[in-house]
T-cell receptor, first 113, second 114 residues
Framework: QQQVKQSPQSLIVQKGGISIINCAYE??????FPWYQQFPGKGPALLIA?????SEKKEGRFTISFNKSAKQFSLHIMDSQPGDSATYFC????????????FGTGTRLTVIP | DVKVTQSSRYLVKRTGEKVFLECVQD?????MFWYRQDPGLGLRLIYF???????EKGDIPEGYSVSREKKERFSLILESASTNQTSMYLC?????????????FGPGTRLTVT
């Protein structure tokens, strides 16, 4: 079963708009929540990550919002640019033991000029 | 700069063939992973390894095996390729317990089994 549920599957946003991708999880033992960005023909690369002791983390135009009680987290891309067009994956893991990443199903973002 | 390389970008094999996918990382990472990526299914873990000669099954190990004889190299083996193994295969590596658990991915091998 999917440990991390991600939506939407695809997203089209106008240049300058805000892109929002949502993820939800069930396992309360997860304590690390990264987002990966994948451009066509490339492997995924870490974009930004958060631990559950904070509710928000911002890096430039990218922000993770984290709601521990709802077991949800989201990626916000402010002032979206055509260069942000990529597939985005949320993930979750437990930072002890196996610390494998459980990935969401991905969101294909297209930013229209 | 961390580099994870995969032996082939594209591969076409016939049903029943034995297929080897090779992955090499140059950062002395202990952990290595093999995923397959399919549209609508995301990245699914096939096998992972914490150390040389060690391997653990992931979520979808059936039809696959792995080999890790050297720290920098992790091989994925399809013993008898089938059409449902047509997919994008991604290799990744990471340090154990760095705190942020960042995985570094290779560019992927797109395998087509006919």
């Amino acid at each position: 079963q999917q440990q991390v549920k991600q939506s939407p599957q695809s997203l089209i946003v106008q240049k300058g708009g805000i892109s929002i991708i949502n993820c939800a999880y069930e396992n309360t033992a997860f304590d690390y929540f990264p987002w990966y960005q994948q451009f066509p023909g490339k492997g995924p690369a870490l974009l930004i990550a958060i631990r559950p002791d904070v509710s928000e983390k911002k890096e430039g135009r990218f922000t993770i919002s984290f709601n521990k009680s709802a077991k949800q987290f989201s990626l916000h891309i402010m002032d979206s640019q055509p260069g942000d067009s990529a597939t985005y994956f949320c993930a979750a893991s437990i930072q002890t033991g196996a610390n494998n990443l459980f990935f969401g199903t991905g969101t294909r973002l297209t930013v229209i000029p | 700069d961390v580099k994870v390389t995969q032996s082939s970008r594209y591969l076409v094999k016939r049903t029943g063939e034995k297929v080897f996918l090779e992955c090499v990382q140059d950062m002395d990472h202990e952990n290595m992973f093999w995923y397959r990526q399919d549209p609508g299914l995301g990245l699914r873990l096939i096998y992972f390894s914490y150390d040389v000669k060690m391997k653990e099954k992931g979520d979808i190990p059936e039809g696959y095996s792995v080999s890790r004889e050297k720290k920098e190299r992790f091989s994925l083996i399809l013993e008898s390729a089938s059409t449902n193994q047509t997919s994008m295969y991604l290799c990744a590596s990471s340090f154990p317990q760095t705190g942020w658990n960042e995985q570094y991915f290779g560019p992927g091998t797109r395998l087509t089994v006919t």
